[in-house]
């Protein structure tokens, strides 16, 4: 009771509290983050090979994005609702916001894994680097594709320049490619190590991440003004903040830290990232840093300070965890309410309704589109098939199926899971 007091209390005085929950949706490491430039959505990509779409503002999984055969290591955002996702199988996927269920265009790209994928200025090209070796220019409308070819090993980062008049490529042979779009000779800039991650700023500061934990920055036409001591190990994600002060360095053991950009002090570091940390975001409003983490989750730091921001006090009735009622079921389900909601009423997010699951035959909820794969086994759920589900993981005891991977290891949760939603989704 006291507690319920001082919740009120609190929930009283806060200023209107804004939710800003980590995303935690994916089953395996996060490789990759993109925002809209309204700062409403975010695409990740990851090691599970599903790219996941989420509301920003309410820490929910619209949808789950499934096209590739590996691993997603690269999104990008591109003009008119619509995102890329660059995969370990060499293919780009083109989505549209008006239907997930299946990639408007699939495209062949490249004989090896796309580590990168990058927009042009002008909205026309996605640029593609690859384990190929080569880089890739897709048109998005009609035009050739076109293809840079000189790296001498994997290709880990690509860029457009300021301008959109050269696409900027880092490479494991510890090259900076700088390829004039008119056909003129690359500029080769040679680094010291190998380089991992490349981020350019809109005035065109250009920075690499190497393997031996530096990052370098280079002026717009690729000389290098200084070298910052940024980790121990491998820097293996970068980011800009908008305005192109801040750079965000993380590295697979150790922290991520920011830097300012212009002198190269270190400003502060996060304090407990899911380590390894494999991509970085700013919101493009510059007030939010998200993390991929190897843990599986996206978390939001304040990019001024490097607080973290969330889990925190979240709107009474309007956050993903409304009407779950405390139980141990109920906090074992908090994984799985990002991408279902229990009450008929409450639409699909990036999965089905749960509501009536009991006793339906796999993938017939009404209105929701199940990959072919998933909706084409023989199961009626139960409370024991449901835990059979996450006893062996989604991928064992639904092959085809576009859940991220996932299990609930112990007996007791599952049981304590089961029961829960079987309470939670009866109807009324
Ligand atoms: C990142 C999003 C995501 C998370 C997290 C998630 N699911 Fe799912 N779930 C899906 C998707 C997508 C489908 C539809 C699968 C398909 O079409 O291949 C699905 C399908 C299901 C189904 C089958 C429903 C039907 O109508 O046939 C059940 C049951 C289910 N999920 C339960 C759970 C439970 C319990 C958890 C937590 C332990 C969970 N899910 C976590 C995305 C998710």
């Known amino acids: 009771m006291r507690f319920w007091l001082v919740m009120l209390v609190v929930l009283a005085l806060s200023p209107p509290a804004r939710a800003e929950p980590e ?68 293919r780009i996927a083109i989505w549209s916001r008006a239907d997930f269920s299946a990639p408007e265009r699939l495209l062949d790209v490249h004989s090896g894994p796309i580590s990168a994928l990058a927009l042009s200025p002008d909205g026309q090209w996605l640029a593609s680097a690859s384990w190929d070796s080569t880089l890739r220019l897709t048109p998005l409308g009609a035009g050739e594709s076109r293809t840079f070819a000189g790296h001498q090993g994997n290709v880990n980062g690509v860029a457009f320049s300021a301008d959109g008049r050269a696409v900027v490529s880092a490479g494991y042979d510890a090259s900076l490619r700088i390829w004039p779009l008119d056909g003129a000779a690359p500029r080769v800039v040679k680094l010291p190590t190998p380089l991992n991650a490349l981020a350019v700023t809109h005035d065109g500061t250009m920075a690499g991440g190497g393997a031996d934990g530096s990052v370098f920055l280079l002026t ?4 290098l003004r200084q070298q910052i001591e940024a980790a121990e190990a491998p820097v293996i994600a970068l980011a800009f903040s908008p305005d192109g002060r801040r750079l965000a360095a993380a590295s697979p053991r150790g922290a991520v830290s920011v830097f300012d950009a212009s002198s190269g002090e270190k400003i502060f570091t996060l304090n407990g990232p899911g380590l390894p940390v494999w991509s970085l975001a700013f919101t493009p409003d510059g007030r939010q840093l998200l993390s991929g983490g190897g843990d599986r989750i996206v978390r939001r730091w304040d990019a001024r300070t490097g607080e973290h921001l969330g889990p925190v006090v979240i709107e009474r009735g309007s956050d993903v965890f409304a009407g779950l009622d405390g139980s141990r079921g109920a906090e074992v389900f908090k994984a799985c309410a990002v991408c279902h909601t229990l009450k ?35 199961i009626v759920w139960s409370k024991a098939a449901i835990a059979r589900l996450f006893e062996l993981g989604p991928s064992t005891f639904t092959p085809g199926t576009k859940m991220p991977e996932q299990t609930v290891g112990s007996a007791e949760d599952r049981a304590a899971l089961v029961d829960f939603i079987e309470k939670a989704t009866a109807a009324p």
């Open 23 to 90: 995303l935690r949706g994916h089953g395996g490491p996060v490789r990759a983050i993109a925002v809209t430039p309204d700062g409403q959505i975010a695409i990740t990509g990851s090691f599970d090979q599903s790219a996941i779409v989420w509301q920003l503002d309410r820490g929910i999984a619209r949808a789950v994005l499934r096209a590739h055969e590996g691993a997603v290591n690269a999104v990008a955002v591109l003009p008119e609702g619509r995102f890329a996702t660059g995969g370990a199988d060499g």
């Open 220 to 223: 717009p036409d690729g000389a």
């Open 344 to 378: 008929a009423g409450d639409g699909p997010r990036a999965g089905p309704s749960l509501a009536g699951v009991m006793g339906r035959h796999i993938g017939t909820a009404p209105g929701y589109v199940y990959s072919r794969g998933f909706a084409a086994h023989d």
